[in-house]
């Protein structure tokens, strides 16, 4: 049985940040809530409070639409050019990079995520989104269209203009890179922003809004509104002067934005859940596919949308590759993210971690077995140990849903042929992986594949310029790359006689 860790000692700075309670920043000033409330947020390694926030409702949500709708209209932002946006995101990016131990040590104690992930990952990544949008913001251009009216001539052009006020509703898994996959596109788009990060997890997005301010971007631009989602993210997500709503999270909540945002019929854009099937075919190189398919279910504990849940195998190799991936869990040291020798950390929440254990109950109940792992972890903090289910049928509901945590089911196939009709047999589209030497096998699964991404021989590779986001309920529209600026403009066409 896997055992935790001893805690390690935190920075100083991360300390004293952690002392006060946390305001939110609307309008350019650090305020707190009008309602004068404030909620806790945990450290989920212990379970026990690591600090207070400001709590944000509606009404806090519609001063800082207020504050983002006048920093749209009047003021320096609307008259600033292109490459002076893109100056303040690059400006930003090099501010996150000179803070990255602390935003690290942060992002850890808040999410319980590795710090050794939180350092090479999270907080690296953060700044290489607001890095490549800098980029962007220069080349948002529109196109001349030729024009076939006849009897006269015309001169037709089209416009990319920024969408204007944009509600942002991020989860607790990457909360830095949510907040800079979000803002990012927005920003480089010439839009303001109401961003509201989730309750589990606020603590960067309110330091980044710091740095916000450092880098120079004008007073309103950024507004960032913690809060619970019943309240704020709802508020957010149904304000009539919000132009556009941007979603990360569970489809079920995805749902709720969209018919919040029927009211004003704001754009909106999703990037909810998956239950991504990870597929190693009999020709497979299974040095890399078996640690790759333990890190598709194990990294950030399952906790990412994109995971490779379902884990489909060919009958020839499928003992030999769940020993490996069984093997490959045990060699996790489980333990407070804090510690830098942790490789997997609690579970982000009380909540989460029911949820996780009721999704294992669940599937042992119907018939499952765990080749390894299968129960919580004892002591405090919302541990869970790594878990391969085997034995498992398509109905199951540890099969079908969405569990968000390091819970993988295994699952054989004999026919190479009838493999992506099992892979495609959900209500998800988000990911999907295929382990196999042969590149004709390669392309033609990832062509049949239906999910926003195909990895080939590898998982969990993402980039700023790469198009991420989901088919079926998996979501709507994608981040990332020209589409992800896209979401965050309105065309227009300009046709002028001659
Ligand atoms: P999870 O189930 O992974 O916690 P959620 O989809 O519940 O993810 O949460 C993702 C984000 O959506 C969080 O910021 C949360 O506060 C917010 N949220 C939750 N419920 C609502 C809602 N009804 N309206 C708007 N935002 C919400």
Not at 402 to 410: D, H, L, Q, R, S
Not at 432 to 460: F, M, P
Request: with cysteine; proline share 6%.
């Amino acid at each position: 049985m896997a055992t935790i860790a001893s805690p390690v000692e935190i920075n100083s700075e991360v300390a004293d940040f952690l002392k006060r309670p946390r305001k939110m920043f609307i309008g350019g000033a650090w305020v707190e809530a009008a309602s004068g409330k404030t909620f806790d947020t945990y450290n989920p390694a212990t379970g026990e409070v690591l600090a207070k926030v400001c709590e944000g409702d509606h009404v806090d949500i519609d001063r800082a639409v207020k504050a983002a709708r006048k920093a749209f209209e009047e003021g320096p932002w609307p008259d600033m050019v292109p490459a002076e946006r893109a100056r303040l995101l690059w400006k930003l990016a090099e501010l996150i990079d000179e803070h990255k131990e602390e935003l690290a040590e942060l992002e850890t104690l808040d999410n319980g995520k590795p710090l050794l992930f939180s350092r090479i990952v999270d907080v690296p990544t953060a700044a290489a989104n607001f890095r490549y949008m800098s980029g962007w913001a220069t080349k948002i251009e529109g196109s001349t269209i030729p024009i076939s009216m006849p009897r006269a001539k015309y001169f037709a052009y089209t416009l990319r203009e920024p969408i204007g006020v944009a509600g942002q509703i991020i989860p607790w898994n990457f909360p830095l890179i949510m907040a800079s996959l979000k803002l990012g596109p927005a920003l480089a788009a010439g839009c303001t922003v109401v961003l509201k990060p989730a309750e589990q997890t606020p603590l960067t997005a309110l330091r980044l809004g710091e740095l916000i301010q450092e880098a120079g971007f004008p007073d309103g631009v950024v507004n960032i509104v913690p809060g619970f989602g019943e309240t704020a993210g709802a508020a957010l997500a149904a304000h009539p002067d919000v132009d556009k709503v941007a979603f990360t999270g569970s489809t079920e909540v995805g749902r709720l934005i969209v018919t919040a945002a029927a009211g004003n019929l704001k754009k909106v854009s999703l990037e909810l859940g998956g239950k991504s099937p990870n597929i190693v075919f009999a020709d497979a190189d299974l040095d890399c596919a078996i640690p790759g398919s333990a890190n598709a279910i194990f990294f950030n504990q399952g906790q990412i949308c994109a995971a490779g849940s379902r884990l489909f195998v060919h009958k020839s190799i499928f003992d030999k590759v769940v020993a490996g991936v069984a093997e490959a869990s045990k060699k996790f040291q489980i333990g407070p993210g804090i510690d830098p020798a942790t490789t997997l950390g609690p579970l982000v929440s009380q909540e989460q971690l029911e949820r996780v254990c009721g999704y294992l109950d669940s599937g042992i109940k119907d018939g499952a077995k765990a080749a390894i792992g299968g129960r919580k972890i004892a002591g405090s903090g919302y541990f869970v140990e790594p878990t391969v289910l085997v034995d498992v049928r398509p109905e199951m509901k540890v099969v079908r849903e969405e569990i968000f945590g390091p819970v993988v089911t295994a699952i054989p196939f004999s026919d190479p042929n009838e493999i992506v009709k099992s892979a495609n047999d959900t209500h998800y589209g988000l990911a999907s992986a295929v382990w196999t030497r042969d590149v004709s096998t390669a392309h033609k699964v990832a062509a049949k594949i239906r999910a926003g991404t195909v990895w080939v021989n590898c998982y969990n590779i993402f980039d700023a310029a790469l198009p991420f986001g989901g088919y079926r309920q998996s979501g709507w529209g994608r981040e990332c790359g020209r589409e992800g600026i896209e979401l965050y403009t309105e065309t227009k066409a300009v046709c002028a006689q001659l």
